[in-house]
């Protein structure tokens, strides 16, 4: 018998429709699920809250006004701000912290109907390719409890590959949705940069952070991003005038004739052997559906690593001092001065990822150190960019690995965070770009973990991803399999 | 080119955050290996190339945007200090700024 926790978005979203089940019983089945986890992926719950959003769900079935979405359970990445539940970020500074207001995309799933099981861990202000950085403990993968799940949106991506919830938000700064979502055989998708308001998302590197939702296929993917994206002219100054739209339409269109650019830089020697594996089979079944595979250059994808931590820590120095004791998080017992407050309360709240970006990003944008670096960095970022649009003439969506390995052993770069740096390598590029970019799972590699495959569109070309991803889905199993024991 | 000890507890100052010694230490030694991958960002020549801020301006103009210059929210106080660490009658306390 299929349980609720088997069944996608789309196919809760119908059962609730169609009165099978009603929102409160499904609300009621997830919370326990949240309840009885033990991977670390929950933060918070509040299952007073939960019901009671189900509750009025079911009210508005009742009356035939559902959402699109209605009743149908999701987690937000707690990056987000949340009226019913605390708010952390991962960090200490923020413990026990409660928003007054829900960021807009909490808003906007709400009103599409959808219900709040919790809140789930990330990286601290979404700083970590590990879902290490959390003050509040590790994640552990749900395909061997011994590897961690990614991130920074590894709580998200965890919880989802378990059944935890159907769908989830998350954040994506430097790949912080694609790389989890390969590392545990989910779906996410990053939209075009200013798609989706950033309003009420802990800014971490504001010209980068991008939500987009994770789910199980490209099909919820596209459900919840159809309630997400459109203009918040009045909350978020860098949202795009872009309408919201309809990304379930174009799925299943037909791939005859659509160019697959592969660029060469992703298939070095930096690239895992299972991964390629993975990845190449993924490709032949995209050219068997009648895509052409394209190579591509994109000749600055190394040097993305260096201009991304200059610019995201850049970016992370200035928003995170107003973390200082004063208006929220948390306040140091003993100081002397106001100085002194600011940094004890700021030493006693971050952790030390946070602490190094902060460090970094305060010297590259110092006196003496701006032209050299900061803006240095910049300028190679609009030749990234510019890299993308000339690949662009020869394909419509690029290809190719999410990250070089699978996921690795928890506490295995723990002392050494440039190898999670370097590890970001394929999905820096299209972060700094602002293009759109997701993961959707391609198979299987060493130790039988997931492997994703990257599809990367031009500006405003996400309908065309999920469409990619949906076909791939159609054709293959991967996104069905479950880890043991789920 | 490396950092010393000294940078460290300048940007530490800069940056408000107090650091151990041993934290200081530990810092040193991993931003100078991160400044090892930044190394390859300086031989670029960007001469001529416009630093890039907003990712979409790569294909558009973007300018940003204001809106009208009229209230939009209620009073919110309690809510909004709910979560400061020290209040007192509606107005965050700090310590003793003037002697």
Not at chain 1, 36 to 53: H, I, K, M, R, Y
Not at chain 1, 89 to 116: H, I, N, W
Not at chain 1, 341 to 360: L, P, Q
Not at chain 2, 7 to 26: C, V, Y
């Amino acid at each position: 018998m299929t349980t609720l926790h088997d069944l996608t978005v789309a196919e809760l979203a119908q059962g609730l429709k169609a009165k099978s089940f009603s929102a409160t019983e499904v609300a009621q089945h997830f919370v326990a699920r949240a309840q009885a986890d033990t991977s670390g992926s929950f933060l918070a719950v509040n299952p007073e809250a939960t019901l009671a959003q189900a509750k009025a769900s079911d009210a508005r079935i009742a009356t035939g006004q559902a959402g699109a979405l209605e009743g149908v359970p999701l987690g937000h990445k707690d990056i987000f701000v949340t009226k019913d539940f605390p708010t952390t970020a991962g960090s200490k500074m923020l413990e026990g912290y409660r928003s007054p207001f829900d960021a807009t995309l909490v808003r906007r799933l709400a009103e599409a109907g959808m219900v709040t099981v919790g809140k789930l861990s990330c990286d601290e202000f979404a700083m970590g390719s590990a879902n290490e950085n959390s003050a509040y403990g590790v994640v552990k993968n749900p395909w061997d409890t011994s590897r961690v799940p990614g991130g920074s949106s590894g709580g998200s991506a965890a919880a989802i590959a378990a059944r935890v919830v159907p769908a989830a938000t998350g954040t994506d700064t430097g790949g912080s949705i694609r790389q989890p979502a390969s590392f545990c055989g989910i779906t996410g998708i990053k939209p075009t940069y200013g798609r989706a308001s950033r309003y009420g998302m802990i800014a971490y590197a504001s010209s980068l952070d991008q939500g987009g939702p994770m789910a199980r296929t490209a099909e919820d993917c596209a459900l919840l991003l159809s309630a997400m994206c459109g203009p918040d002219p009045d909350r978020d100054s860098t949202s795009l005038d872009v309408p919201a739209e309809d990304f379930t339409a174009s799925l299943g269109a037909d791939l005859k004739g659509l160019r697959i650019g592969i660029p060469n830089e992703f298939f070095g020697e930096g690239l895992a052997a299972d991964v390629r594996a993975a990845v190449d089979s993924a490709l032949v079944e995209l050219a068997k559906q009648g895509a052409t595979l394209v190579p591509i250059s994109l000749p600055r994808t190394e040097l993305s690593i260096p201009v991304y931590y200059i610019i995201a820590p850049a970016e992370a120095s200035s928003n995170l001092s107003r973390f200082d004791g004063v208006k929220f998080g948390h306040r140091a017992k003993d100081y002397t001065d106001l100085e002194s407050m600011y940094k004890k309360s700021r030493a006693e709240g971050f952790g030390s990822e946070v602490k190094r970006r902060i460090m970094t990003g305060t010297y590259v944008l110092s006196h003496g150190y701006y032209d050299a670096y900061y803006l240095q960095a910049q300028k190679i970022r609009r030749m990234i960019a510019d890299d993308f649009q000339n690949a662009f003439k020869d394909c419509d969506v690029i290809a190719g690995p999410v990250a070089p390995s699978v996921a690795w052993k928890l506490g295995e770069n723990a002392n050494d965070p440039v190898a999670d740096y370097l590890a970001d390598i394929f999905t820096l590029p299209a972060s700094l770009a602002g293009l759109p970019g997701m993961s959707v799972p391609a198979g299987f590699g060493a130790h039988n973990m997931p492997v994703g495959l990257q599809l990367i569109g031009n500006y405003f070309k996400e309908a065309q991803l999920l469409n990619v991803a949906h076909r791939l889905q159609q054709a293959t199993d991967f996104h069905l399999q479950k880890p043991a024991g789920v | 080119m490396s950092l010393t000890s000294q940078d460290i507890d300048r940007i530490a100052n800069l940056a408000r955050l107090e650091l151990k010694p041993e934290e200081s230490e530990r810092m040193l030694a991993q931003i100078n290996g991160f400044f090892g991958i930044v190394e390859a960002m300086q031989a670029v020549d960007t001469s001529g190339v416009q630093p890039l801020a907003h990712p979409v301006a790569a294909i558009q103009d973007i300018a940003l945007r204001l809106r009208e210059d009229v209230v939009s929210e209620p009073n919110n106080r309690e809510a909004n200090q709910r979560s400061a660490p020290a209040v007192e009658r509606g107005l965050f306390l700090v310590p003793k700024v003037i002697e």
